[in-house]
């Protein structure tokens, strides 16, 4: 799929992973839409960014919301062809624990950003990729999702963010098959520590340790990183239904 020239959805597209994502799209010759909770910072990105960028207030977790921005990126002089979802949110906390048992409400919440906003946004965006004309190579779009390594090595205190990221690894083959006829490739990103403002939440002491355990690099990853792999995917044909973990060989331990 050629960037340059096509549009471009980038949930979560205001701040870390998918700040740096629209960055490098835009940069590549896309036509991006920025869609974010945060206002301030997305009005402020596509400002920066100028031609080619707009911002669409929305939550991922909301049908309407995500097809207004869905419409916006469909509205624009050139096809959406790439929809990439960076929304997300954690939240620590054991099964059971010194405080009590784990509550449901968190769950329920984390579950329902990382997972179900991601599926809503997959689902809006190919729905809308369908109407393209497909390349000289038959594709019509490409959807890329943000799962993480705690879906494989989910630590203690992570179950509801493992579990989400679980189900967007699960998803993945699942949703390429059910696409490719149509001609949408859809693959998930699945990535370690990465220095974005979530990490940068975290004691220095903390971000110290994660930065020793990563065999090499022995440092966190950058967002320009995680944005160059989600810009081959889109141009690589053969990258379908795969998860691919982008952590410098790290496996988490438990704690």
Request: hydrophobic share 45%; with cysteine.
């Amino acid at each position: 799929m050629q960037i340059g020239g096509s549009g471009a959805l980038v949930a979560g597209g205001a701040s870390g992973l998918g700040e740096a994502t629209a960055r490098r799209l835009h940069g590549d010759g896309a036509q991006v839409v920025i869609a974010d909770l945060n206002e301030e910072r997305g009005v402020a990105l596509a400002g920066e960014l100028g031609e080619r960028a707009s911002f669409v207030r929305t939550d991922v977790t909301d049908a309407d919301s995500v097809q207004a921005a869905v419409s916006a990126a469909t509205g624009q002089p050139v096809p959406l062809r790439v929809a990439v979802s960076c929304a997300g949110i954690g939240w620590a906390g054991r099964v059971v624990g010194k405080r009590g048992v784990h509550d449901l409400d968190p769950f329920e919440t984390v579950i329902r950003v990382n997972l179900i906003g991601t599926f809503n946004v997959m689902r809006l965006a190919a729905g809308a990729m369908v109407e393209n004309e497909p390349t000289r190579g038959g594709e019509r779009g490409v959807c890329v999702n943000t799962a993480s390594i705690a879906a494989f090595d989910g630590q203690i205190g992570q179950i509801a963010y493992a579990a989400s990221k679980g189900g967007i690894v699960s998803m993945t083959l699942p949703a390429a098959r059910d696409l490719a006829p149509v001609g949408v490739r859809v693959c998930a990103i699945a990535p370690g520590t990465f220095d974005t403002p979530l990490l940068g939440a975290l004691p220095e002491q903390s971000r110290e340790e994660l930065r020793r355990v990563v065999p090499f690099p022995s440092r966190f990853g950058r967002p320009d990183e995680f944005a160059a792999l989600v810009t081959h995917i889109v141009e690589n044909e053969m990258l379908n239904g795969e998860v691919i973990r982008l952590d410098g060989a790290l496996r988490m331990p438990p704690r």
